[in-house]
């Protein structure tokens, strides 16, 4: 069984800080996705990275691959209440199970004005 | 342009009652997936279809759930004799296919069971 262990699993911030989230697993995933949900909708997808040691850069946030494709992070700079939500990592696993995404359980952010 | 499509977006429905959700997939993703999503956790995986044929169900999906894409369209899950376990967000995807597997959820339809 794939796991994926998102930390921390809340963060409370003031505007302006800078911030990392960390997504680690034992197994090796062909891509990895990170989305955000705001509550009572679904999760909106932000990035996908597929090769390790990838990273990916999206306005302030940050996205990396571990080099082995078993772990991620996300990156905010100068975060800003806009940012606020869950944000959840997934995995792809490949094979003959390729069809399905394994989620951390997510990160709770709040950004205070 | 529209995105993944869930109706109803909330139901509340007493326990042993059965209950339909359906799903509208991005039109020309043919790979639709359930997701269920309880308080505070990650989305659980609980089914997948590649155009009509369902290829994965997880342990999960006990058998008094069931899903459907019978033209390779829309979805239906299917909820028996609705317990109160059963409350939680149920979340539909779509993606193209591919490796990648970039998939895109629907706003989801949040079941109360009481």
């Known amino acids: 069984t794939q796991l994926l262990e998102q930390s921390p699993q809340f963060l409370s911030i003031q505007e302006g800080e800078n911030l990392t989230v960390y997504c680690n697993s034992s197994?090796?995933?062909?891509?990895l996705q990170w989305y955000r949900q705001e509550p009572g909708e679904g999760p909106v997808l932000l990035v996908t990275?597929?090769?390790?040691?990838e990273v990916k850069k999206l306005k302030r946030l940050t996205f990396q691959f571990g080099d082995a494709r078993k772990d991620s992070s996300l990156h905010i700079t100068a975060a800003q209440p806009g940012d606020t939500g869950l944000y959840l990592c997934a995995g792809g696993a490949g094979g003959t199970s390729y069809g399905k995404l394994t989620f951390g359980q997510g990160t709770i952010l709040t950004v205070h004005p | 342009d529209t995105g993944v499509s869930q109706n109803p977006r909330h139901k509340i429905t007493k326990r042993g009652q059965n209950v339909t959700f359906r799903c509208d997939p991005i039109s020309e993703h043919n790979r639709l997936y359930w997701y269920r999503q309880t308080l505070g956790q990650g989305p659980e995986f609980l089914t997948y279809?590649?155009?009509?044929?369902?290829?994965?169900k997880s342990r999960l999906l006990s058998d008094r759930f069931s899903a459907e894409r019978p033209k390779g369209s829309f979805s239906t899950l299917e909820i028996q004799r609705t317990e109160q376990g059963d409350s939680a967000m149920y979340l539909c995807?779509?993606?193209?296919?591919?490796?990648?597997?970039?998939?895109?959820f629907g706003p989801g339809t949040r079941l109360t069971v009481l």
């Open positions: 197994s090796v995933f062909s891509s």
């Open positions: 995807a779509s993606s193209l296919p591919g490796l990648v597997n970039e998939q895109f």
């Open positions: 279809f590649q155009n009509e044929a369902q290829l994965e």
């Open positions: 990275v597929v090769t390790g040691g």
